[in-house]
């Protein structure tokens, strides 16, 4: 069977097209470190708790981990134009209501809100470029700069959030997207060219009930699990449901003549490796930043705008790197560059079990800048290789694949290092308490606290004297949380390094600077293509 791809699109129009795909993934991700660094603002604002306080993150990324997938479908059969629309408008949608927010609950409908534009957006904004540049060389250029755009929200969002909160409430920060957002969809109007599935697809709604039903399922168990137990009845039970919705959403895929996700994708051994390292890369990063956010606040007591220009150390080297990276590709091969930037990272990761209470921005600078150096170095060929290890006629699909198992680790960062930080902290806080000699009744008041309401709970006491003790207690709990999620996350990251060295690896008889893919071709898996992708 022959792959064909459309002709290339005028200039003119493929510049329009970047233009658009840049915009609408900086919107998508504007929210993910704006609300980060704000965690402690709301918390104090709102009351929540740490288990709450997870669920604001993941109301925002588990919608675009569960309906990734069937936006990428619903683009391929109605239109990716007007689904990329229809994403800019949800995202307005979710950041009116989260502007109005008073509860905590209504905050995680306005993070869903959003999180469905998001889910939108991912998918729709790559393959509207997959369709606008057939030819894979000059399509890695244009996804380097979407991946820079990706980057350049989660290092706007920190700074955008300092501003605004040293002068207004915390519900502000959801103010820029509204603009952005609605000004994107009057030039979309005007400058993009719709575009459908060149070939038959369908919707898969029972596959995209058991995935929505499995990945909620699973995030809710395990926030709940590490805010309770993980022996609870409504853990387990929620655990239950995920592993047989999980089943359940496999034998759909299998018997769809349209599947929501062809599962003969994963045939590919460069598809395989890069969905993997999606999932466990973003499980570390959005997980770290949900943790680096409450370090600044809980710990080093550092304002917004403070912990913001840290942050931004992440994002800026990210950003850095990730136009000569996009360059790169077609000499260094991307198994180098992913496997590379992953082994960055973990080193980044662990030298950060190093930092306290009192540790000073140079030195955390020089630990957060290989992390984002690592990151700016994995995004751009970890994407353009998903895309280009399968059919063209699939790309969109390989992409929407690639963005869900992204999404879900990222739902799960939060979930799974905030649970580890919570169970860490919890159980070495009365003994740092007895430490700094608050023992009896008045230390026992301060633990029970802690393990009702969080570690959160506590700043809200109403402590006296004793405030200064029972605050450095508490950063000395969170720290030994935290340097055992940084060593999860680091383990993690080089296991993903792993994963990328053995599925990566070039067979024999490609040529040089390229790899050689088997993929399924067609809706249904009934025709088989080889494919020469230069990665």
């Not at 998508?28 to 306080?53: D, E, K, M, N, R």
């Not at 959160?456 to 207690?473: E, N, Q, T, W």
């Not at 067979?507 to 992708?533: D, L, M, Y």
Request: net charge positive.
């Amino acid at each position: 069977m022959n792959v064909t791809t459309p002709a290339s699109g005028s200039a003119d129009r493929r510049a329009a097209t970047l233009v658009m795909a840049c915009l609408g993934v900086f919107a998508a991700y504007l929210p993910v470190t704006t609300v980060a660094v704000s965690l402690p603002a709301i918390q104090s604002a709102l009351g929540a708790t740490t288990a709450q306080l997870s669920w604001v993150q993941d109301a925002f990324v588990l919608p675009m981990a569960a309906f990734i997938l069937t936006a990428g479908v619903v683009g391929d059969v109605y239109g990716r134009k007007k689904v990329f629309q229809a994403g800019l408008l949800f995202s307005v949608a979710g950041a009116v209501v989260a502007l109005s927010a008073q509860s905590v609950q209504v905050l995680w409908i306005g993070q869903g809100l959003a999180g469905l534009g998001a889910a939108t957006l991912l998918p729709t904004t790559l393959a509207l470029i997959s369709h606008a540049v057939p030819d894979h060389r000059e399509r890695g250029k244009f996804i380097g700069l979407w991946a820079t755009s990706l980057m350049a929200a989660l290092a706007v969002g920190p700074i955008v959030a300092g501003v605004i909160l040293d002068h207004f409430a915390w519900r502000w920060i959801y103010l820029l997207a509204i603009p952005v957002s609605l000004l994107a969809t009057v030039f979309a109007a005007r400058l993009l060219t719709d575009s459908r599935a060149s070939y038959g697809r369908r919707l898969d709604w029972p596959g995209q009930l058991t995935a929505t039903v499995a990945v909620t399922a699973l995030v809710y168990g395990v926030i709940e699990g590490g805010a309770d137990s993980f022996t609870a009845p409504k853990v387990l039970t929620a655990l239950a449901v995920a592993v047989v919705a999980g089943v359940a959403f496999v034998l759909a895929e299998r018997r769809s003549d349209s599947p929501m996700l062809d599962l003969t994708l994963f045939r590919s051994p460069a598809f395989t490796a890069t969905t993997l390292v999606a999932m466990i890369a973003f499980l570390a990063l959005i997980g770290f930043f949900f943790l680096l956010s409450l370090y600044f606040g809980m710990v080093q007591q550092l304002g917004t705008l403070q912990a913001g220009w840290r942050m931004l150390v992440v994002t800026a080297c990210a950003i850095l790197v990730g136009g000569p990276v996009g360059r790169l590709m077609h000499r260094v091969s991307a198994r180098v560059l992913i496997t590379g930037g992953l082994i960055v990272v973990s080193a980044s990761l662990f030298s950060l079990t190093g930092v306290g209470a009192d540790t000073s921005f140079v030195s955390l600078a020089w630990r957060l800048a290989p992390l984002g150096l690592g990151m700016g170095a994995v995004m751009t060929p970890m994407t353009a290789t998903a895309v280009a290890s399968v059919p063209h006629h699939l790309a969109g699909m390989a992409a929407a694949g690639n963005n869900a198992f992204r999404q879900l680790g990222g739902a799960l960062g939060p979930a799974v290092l905030g649970a580890l930080l919570t169970t860490r902290a919890l159980d070495s806080f009365p003994a740092h308490l007895a430490d700094a000699g608050m023992t009896g009744a008045a230390g026992e008041r301060i633990s029970t606290a802690a393990d009702q309401g969080g570690l959160g709970a506590v700043a809200g006491l109403d402590l006296g004297a004793d405030r200064g003790r029972v605050m450095g207690a508490l950063g000395e709990a969170f720290l030994d949380g935290l340097r055992l999620c940084l060593t999860v996350a680091g383990s993690l990251t080089l296991l993903a390094a792993v994963v990328a060295v053995v599925l990566l690896r070039r067979p024999r008889g490609a040529g040089a600077g390229h790899t050689q893919v088997a993929a399924s071709g067609g809706a249904g898996g009934a025709a088989s293509v080889e494919v020469v992708v230069e990665v």
